[in-house]
């Protein structure tokens, strides 16, 4: 049973405007098995709104975190060189500015397979994952990373810091915009920090999806599609304070928030809430124009395989993601466009793209079909792979791009 939120995830306001509706879908990780073929899936609507009060853009419905991030969760996140190094950068700089070593601890909430706790291990700084998903939860263990699997929250800090645990950093990477308690999450930070310790925290940043027309980014896992306007107003309110913030580029343009126990902004964070304020990112009238947005690139993108098409041209797309899922099933586009799916992620293999039904392969499939055309579905990844795919390439084959809007390469 899901549930529907009829006030505002953040500030309990009731003014809740309408940004997009995606209509019902299906779960965009929600991959299916061939035996499970023949059944229909469960839909869900998909609308994001914004607050009048608080100026958090959100989705309406919030399905159980433990439908969608536990037993058949199929992320993980070491499949992206691109991801790894830039995790790496993270944790390299945090052990130099937090002066880490082997009497600190760090903390990663939605460890996932170890991708970026590896770093802390390798040099000697004791670390923690905490993750629901089993999966890559155990390939975490088995990559040397020391993992609780299991979902964060107020009562698992509350029982780490009774153990005598308290981190120097918590690092909490694409997940606060998936809890639907961020309450008891954020508790749990201030639980569970040292009074001069660090939570770091990336989200992705709601300028970049509406610049840039990523509605894609929208689906059921991430209930919030942060500013740093409303992500300072939710930490506020749970005593915890953002004093620096940095705009980075993974996953089409993030955030990444440095948050204490004291109130004590940098430049950087009073820069930036000053410049959301001048371009009214706190306002409505911001966010107005983006369903026609992605009304367009929804025409545009149909027009174009159709043309290719009929044109005799065969396509395929490269990345079973979870944007991948909202794209096809908002823009209509299924296997009579597109022939197959291929991702590099081995667990994401054999199975099939929610509601589309598209069949998933190894990336090694492009070069023994040789499709006219591959739409990129991973787009926040596309230059990683299409530098990997230059034999593809160098035989003819050609890329599309969707987003922000498409173009070919
Ligand atoms: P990717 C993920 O969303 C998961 P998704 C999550 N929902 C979240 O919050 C956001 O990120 C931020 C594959 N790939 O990461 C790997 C290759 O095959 O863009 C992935 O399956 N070869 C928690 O799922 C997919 O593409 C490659 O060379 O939308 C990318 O998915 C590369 C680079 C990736 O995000
Ligand atoms: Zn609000």
Redesign the pocket.
């Known amino acids: 049973m899901t549930e529907k939120a009829s006030v505002c995830r953040s500030c309990g306001g009731a003014r809740l405007d309408t940004v997009l509706d995606l209509g019902r879908t299906p779960l965009a990780d929600a991959l299916l098995r061939e035996e499970e073929l023949g059944r229909p899936e469960p839909e869900y609507p998909l609308k994001a709104v914004f607050c009048r009060d608080c100026s958090l853009v959100q989705i309406l419905e919030t399905v159980p975190p433990e439908e969608l991030f536990c037993r058949r969760y199929p ?1 993980y996140s070491s ?2 060189d ?1 991801l790894l190094g830039h995790s790496r950068e993270n944790a390299i700089e945090l052990i130099r500015t937090m002066r880490l070593n082997a009497e600190s601890l760090v903390v990663e909430i939605a460890s996932n397979d170890g991708y970026l706790l590896r770093n802390f291990v390798q040099n000697g700084i004791p670390c923690l994952g905490i993750d629901p998903a089993e999966g890559p939860a155990e390939a975490a263990e088995r990559a040397g990373v020391p993992t609780h699997c299991g979902f964060f929250n107020r009562e698992l800090a509350a029982k780490l810091r009774g153990m005598g645990k308290r981190a120097d950093v918590v690092i909490a990477n ?1 997940v606060l915009a ?1 809890v639907a308690d961020s309450g008891s999450f954020l508790d749990g930070i201030r639980t569970l920090l040292k009074d001069d310790g660090a939570a770091v925290i990336e989200v ?1 940043y709601v300028r970049d999806l509406v610049d840039k027309s990523e509605f894609d980014t929208i689906y059921h ?2 209930l919030c599609y942060f500013s740093a306007t409303s992500a300072d107003r939710l930490l506020r309110s749970r005593a915890l304070f953002l004093n620096s913030v940095r705009r980075i580029p993974i ?1 089409g343009g993030s955030l990444r928030l440095y948050i204490g126990l004291r109130d004590e902004p940098d430049a950087s964070i009073t820069g930036l809430l000053a410049e959301e304020k001048r371009d009214g990112v706190d306002g409505f009238s911001y966010y107005n124009d983006f369903a026609v947005k992605a009304e367009n690139i929804k025409n545009g993108l149909r027009l174009m395989l159709k043309i290719l098409k009929d044109g005799g041209n065969r396509i395929a797309a490269y ?5 991948g899922a909202t794209l096809l099933n908002y823009t209509g586009i299924g296997r009579d466009f597109i022939d197959f799916v291929v ?3 081995v667990h ?1 293999q054999g199975l099939y793209m929610p509601g589309r039904r598209i069949p998933i392969f190894r ?1 090694e499939r492009l070069l023994e079909e040789r499709p006219d055309y591959v739409l990129i579905l ?1 787009w ?2 596309a230059q ?2 299409i530098s ?1 795919q230059e034999e593809y390439r160098a035989a003819g084959g050609k890329f599309i791009v969707p987003i922000p809007e498409w173009k070919v390469t």
């Open positions: 992320y499949f992206s691109e694409n998936h992705p896992e991430h996953h990345g079973a993601a979870a944007k991702d590099r992620n994401k990336p991973a926040n990844f990683e792979i990997q």
